[in-house]
């Protein structure tokens, strides 16, 4: 396993990669990686000759008063497990390589990053999207993983790799779940035993939508009621968000037809933690 620091160096081995053929499978990650982040990895070994990961805690996406400071960090750990998961190549640039004085360009994708988390991380998308189409062109993959569990993250980069004409098939794949239904983060590292039992609220809250789904509801005040209730049992845990949305659009629905988001973002603490499942038609 490799692992490469400069942004020059990185673009040389893939290029000679690509000129051997070899397709270039890329999870991009900010590290203290988790068994979501493996499975990630997991399908990229399956997919591509080449799979690269990215460890790079983004400054940019951080807004003031966020936990970029704080936010988890284990390099030794992470490249003990990625050593474990096939990984051939992992890039680990510093800030100072990543942004050089006079950096002055960003990706604004500008409708479906408005909702959501849009609403209260105003900054937050345009730091993701630039990242990733700078980490784009200094590994140049064929392929790039990303997970559902942030949903908005996802449908912001398959939207500029749409629009910006990248040659990159951005593939989405499924939550992974502690065994009590919480979605693998790397922020559950915040939470003490009693704010983790707590905050299985969203996932029993996400479970009962599914359900009034199931039996035919499609009212989106009537999901949403129910999904406030279960979350506000929990006197510690506040809400951000909780909306059910098009699943492309990203914008609010009132019915929900064909396919559709059920997005939720609460506090607990200082904790921020998102969620999410989609509800489809059959
Ligand atoms: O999902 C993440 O970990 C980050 O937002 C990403 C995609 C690595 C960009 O910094």
Known sequence: ???IAQAKEMQRRSEQRRREGM???FVPTMGYLHTGHLSLMREGRKRGDVLAISIFVNPTQFGPGEDYGR????LKQDLKLVQGAGVDI???PSAQEMYSDGFQTSVDVERVTQNLCGISRPHHFRGVTTVVAKLFNIVKPHLAFFGQKDYQQLITIKQMVEDLNMDIEVIGMPTIREPDGLAMSSRNAYLNSK?????LSLYRSLGKAEELFGQGERSAATILQEVRRIIEQENSVTIDYVKICDARTLEDIDEIKGEAVIAVAVKIGKTRLIDNIILKEE
């Open 23 to 25: 397709i270039i499978a």
């Open 90 to 92: 992992v890039f680990t």
């Open 1 to 3: 396993m490799e692992i």
């Open 195 to 199: 704010k983790r039992k707590e905050v």
């Open 71 to 74: 936010y988890p960090r284990d």
